[in-house]
């Protein structure tokens, strides 16, 4: 699933009494329950406007689209059966489980309508607008050429939804995992308005469970059994509570305390915690980049000073002093192990054809910084690396302030540490010169992380713009959408292109070091970065 993702571990928050009432693995009077950590506060539950990987687990807990992730099988949720597809592959048409809201109100294809209209309004200012490209009219409606009413999207009758494509879309079942596509009950948004989703007095769920005791900015909260879920049967257990915890050593004495039933480390823990038996290596279809704002500094439009860049740091080392993790040195921005075709694997694939750029190479990396100074009139910039305020980010920005002024004479880097939610706006806003960002995937195909990077989509931070990369990704949707082969070449060159230009320079792959208790059993982790808590259980 989605989102902008954070960097975990961070400033040690006060625990003690919050957590003194959370049992691990209680079966109390109410039930089973789990403590989970997160590393930072939900920030919406508005499924049109949500962004990040901790809203979009909430949501994952909380609501069912069409269909819903089970580990790597794509399954289905208020999809009561695989659609009828056209011989086109333009027109998909839903019948729907009987299901309801939390409230009682019935799920109906209606909401499906209102939900997917609400999210392409641009007043909205959804930045997963950009999703629906490829349903009819929804280009321009994003474009604010059409109104939203005109959304290839249709309500047959309240069970059966029908979906108008401008052209084959191959992965679309994928993307309705997303909370962009989840549905919304109409007479509940518009009695909340702007409230919606902000605390859990404005949120309706569908979905396995409800979001409880959360005022919209808490450390903590609680997801209890949504006893009207279609599938309640199959959720066993009764209680999921929310914790923050931002340092990794506060998160490895809660867990060891057993305050915390699942728990996610970093640097000196997450070597620790590699010789525990409650030790996962979760592999994330998730990278993390620095973005260079071409918009706001001019510096970056220079291709050889991109190049520079990205070779002056040295992933491996990087991953080793700092993360001290089992994460991977990102050879190009699209993950391992999201997309593959005939056995092979897409980022390995365009990898050996482009990866001189992505390999540590300080002597090359003075040359072309010096090279593209000279072209760009400047001998001595000041930039600042702007990144969240939580231990691993400031120490994962120090190395790459260190790193750079180190290999590229005349560069002064600056860091700037903000709260997750003000490091994402600021990065939206373009209020930053260099960010540490990430990706999760939305759904498994190379076109969730290359589409960000095309010039006008609302996730390219840097403002990189390149008319053959944007041509490449159009010609992946259109003319060779329904040819595999030749969607799956068209991608590597756009892949190719993005590695050898450095319009964002990608940094590592994330294997998250997790902590979680065996007596969790049946927990799946999927391949949009999210847990599925339906049929897990504690023993």
């Known amino acids: 699933m989605k989102f902008r993702k954070t960097m975990v571990a961070g400033t040690t928050i006060a625990l003690a009494g919050v957590l003194a009432a959370c049992g691990s693995n209680s079966a109390s ?193 609680k997801e209890t059994k949504n006893k009207t879920y279609w599938n309640a049967k199959n959720v066993h257990i009764d209680t999921l509570n929310g914790q923050v915890v931002k340092d990794p050593q506060t998160a490895m004495n809660l867990y060891q305390s057993k305050k915390l039933d699942i728990a996610q480390l970093t640097g000196e823990q997450a070597a620790q915690a590699k010789s525990n038996p409650d030790f996962k290596g979760l592999k994330q279809t998730s990278t993390f980049f620095l973005e260079l704002n071409e918009q706001k500094d001019p510096i970056f439009k220079n291709t050889k000073v991109r190049q520079a860049i990205s070779m002056a740091i040295n992933r491996k080392e990087y991953i080793k002093k700092v993360l001290n993790d089992s994460s991977i040195a990102a050879k190009n921005v699209t993950p391992e192990g999201l997309f593959t075709k005939d056995g092979k694997d897409f980022s390995e694939t365009a990898a050996k054809a482009e990866s001189s750029t992505v390999t540590y190479n300080p002597t090359k990396a003075k040359e072309l910084w010096t090279e593209g100074l000279k072209e760009t009139g400047q001998t001595a910039p000041k930039l600042e690396l702007l990144t969240d305020d939580t231990t691993n980010a400031k120490r994962s920005a120090e190395y790459f302030q260190s790193t750079l002024q180190q290999n590229l004479p005349g560069l002064k880097v600056t860091i700037a540490t903000v709260p997750f939610k003000t490091r994402l706006s600021r990065a ?29 989509n609302t996730y390219n931070d840097g403002k990189w713009s390149n008319a053959q990369y944007d041509a490449l990704i159009k010609q992946s949707k259109t003319t060779d959408a329904t040819n595999p082969t030749a969607r799956w070449n068209t991608l590597l060159k756009a892949q190719e292109l993005l590695t050898k230009e450095q319009g964002v320079v990608p940094l590592y792959q994330r294997v998250q070091t997790t902590l979680q208790r065996k007596t969790i059993t049946g927990l799946k982790y999927n391949p949009t970065n999210s847990y599925d808590f339906v049929n897990a259980k504690v023993k």
Do not use: C
Request: aromatic content about 12%.
């Open 29 to 221: 009077s109410k039930g089973t329950s789990i403590t989970r950590m997160e590393s930072d506060v939900i920030s919406t539950m508005d499924p049109s406007t949500n962004t990040d990987a901790i809203s979009g687990q909430a949501l994952t807990d909380t609501m069912d689209g069409l269909y819903r992730y089970s580990g790597k099988d794509l399954t289905l949720a208020m999809a009561k059966s695989q659609p009828t597809v056209s011989k086109d592959g333009k027109t998909y048409t839903f019948k729907l489980r009987n299901a309801k809201w939390s409230n009682g109100d019935p799920v109906t294809a209606q909401d499906f309508v209102f939900g997917w209209r609400r999210t392409v309004e641009p007043k909205t200012k959804s930045q997963y607008a950009y999703l629906f490209s490829g349903v009819k009219n929804a280009d321009d409606i994003t474009a604010g050429k059409k109104a939203a009413s005109t959304l290839g999207v249709t309500a047959v009758n309240k069970t059966t939804l029908k979906v108008s494509l401008d052209h084959a879309i191959p992965y679309f079942k994928t993307m309705l995992v997303n909370p962009a596509f989840f549905p919304q009950n109409e007479k509940f948004v518009e009695k909340a308005g702007k409230k919606f989703g902000t605390t859990s007095k404005y949120i309706l769920s569908n979905g396995p469970y409800e979001l409880k005791n959360w005022n919209g900015t808490g450390n903590t909260w």
């Open 428 to 456: 939206q806003n373009g209020q930053f010169d260099m960010v540490i960002s990430a990706w999760g995937a939305d759904f498994p195909d190379a076109i969730s992380f290359l589409d960000l990077f095309t010039t006008d």
